[in-house]
């Protein structure tokens, strides 16, 4: 019953995260909510029984990924011009259209996913036994990831040395 | 870590409330920075079902493809903010609209 009850703090907690990290003028203000919702989603991964993926959303979601975020928008240096903008293209004339079609779209998922029945997790799926499924029959598939990361990392560095070029 | 009983439907539901909210955000926002945050909640909302799926069935796929996911937003994020310092400097604004236009 414990189990049940963190999860729905957890699950709260995520969404609440969300919404503020949503609706947030301050970009830095936005990325902490944000942070928050990573940390209870970890946490909601590790109670179905996924450690090794909790242990993945921290380090690498809430800690690397966040980080270049910070750091991107520490050398924009946006002022407080930028809050007032933002404040202004929050009415709710502008986000009313968008919040129906997305409520729409949430409405029929919900839908489809009350047909699902049954529980998650009786035992835990162990770092060793992802580990190994991952380097048996998916190797094709970390070969892809690692050419996607490569191409990644080439277009990042293409785009950020042109802007540091220009800048001197 | 036993005697877990959480209904899949419930995580699925989270997952979708996520998901909703992170198209909401990407849909509303006009400031680049947070449409790529949107994007990273979105992807997030798709690894945690896809993560749910795996343990309701007790296999590790779910969590190999949570890897994966992961690896996409990393990359995905890495080229986004380049684009971010690019718009920044060629349009001095993060507003999108003032990037509407395609040419050379």
Do not use: C
């Amino acid at each position: 019953m414990l189990e049940i009850t963190l999860f729905y703090i957890a699950a709260t907690i995520a969404l609440a995260a969300t919404v503020l990290a949503m609706t947030r003028a301050n970009a830095i203000h936005a990325l902490i909510y944000l942070i928050v919702s990573l940390l209870a989603v970890a946490v909601i991964f590790f109670l179905i029984g996924a450690p090794f993926a909790a242990a993945l959303e921290i380090v690498i979601y809430a800690g690397a990924i966040m980080v270049l975020f910070v750091f991107v928008i520490m050398m924009l240096n946006l002022g407080e011009e930028g809050d007032a903008r933002e404040r202004g293209l929050l009415q709710p004339s502008i986000w009313a259209g968008p919040a129906l079609l997305s409520f729409l779209l949430f409405a029929e998922l919900l839908y489809m996913i009350s047909t699902v029945e049954g529980p998650v997790s009786m035992q835990a799926v162990s770092a060793k036994e992802v580990g190994l499924a991952l380097f048996g029959p998916y190797v094709l598939a970390v070969e892809i990831a690692s050419m996607l990361l490569l191409a990644g990392l080439v277009g990042s560095y293409h785009l950020g040395r042109r802007y540091l070029e220009r800048e001197e | 870590m036993e005697g877990l009983n959480i209904p899949l439907n419930h995580i699925l539901l989270v997952s979708s409330l996520l998901f909703s909210i992170g198209m909401l955000g990407l849909m509303i926002r006009r400031n680049i920075i947070f449409i790529l945050m949107s994007l990273e909640v979105m992807l997030n909302a798709a690894a945690l079902a896809f993560v749910a799926a795996g343990a309701h069935w007790g296999q590790p796929d779910g969590q190999i493809i949570f890897m994966l996911i992961l690896s996409i937003a990393a990359a995905e994020v890495a080229v986004g903010l380049g684009l971010v310092l690019q718009v920044q400097r060629r349009f001095k604004t993060l507003d999108m609209d003032s990037a509407n236009r395609m040419r050379g």
